[in-house]
């Protein structure tokens, strides 16, 4: 199944997409050049299909892809990031 990213920066969210269904959902706090990603949700209905890894790695790519890093204060987004050591490097403070 294909997905889409969209990144709502007023509602400080990113949502997941299946076609025009939402099937996941990131919320963050802006804190300086880093994102705290405090809360991720998947569709009851969908849960167990690998749909938050997915939505968490692409939330990462993106992050990454605008030089800032993270806080992950979400446990599932701590959790990840913990089973993928290629995002470590957005764990640090980064450099003005």
């Known amino acids: 199944m294909t997905y889409r990213l969209t990144h709502d920066h007023a509602l400080r969210r990113f949502d997941l997409w299946d076609e025009s269904t939402p099937v ?26 690998g749909i938050g ?5 692409r939330v990462l790519d993106e992050v990454r892809s ?18 993928n050591p290629e995002y470590g490097d957005l764990l640090g403070e980064k450099p003005s």
């Open 24 to 49: 996941a959902h990131a919320l963050y706090e802006e804190r300086g050049d880093r994102l705290a990603i405090y809360h991720t949700e998947v569709l009851r209905s969908l849960r167990g299909r």
């Open 53 to 57: 890894g997915e939505l968490v790695a």
């Open 66 to 83: 605008t030089g800032k890093g993270v806080i992950p204060a979400c446990p599932f987004v701590r959790e990840f990031m913990a089973q």
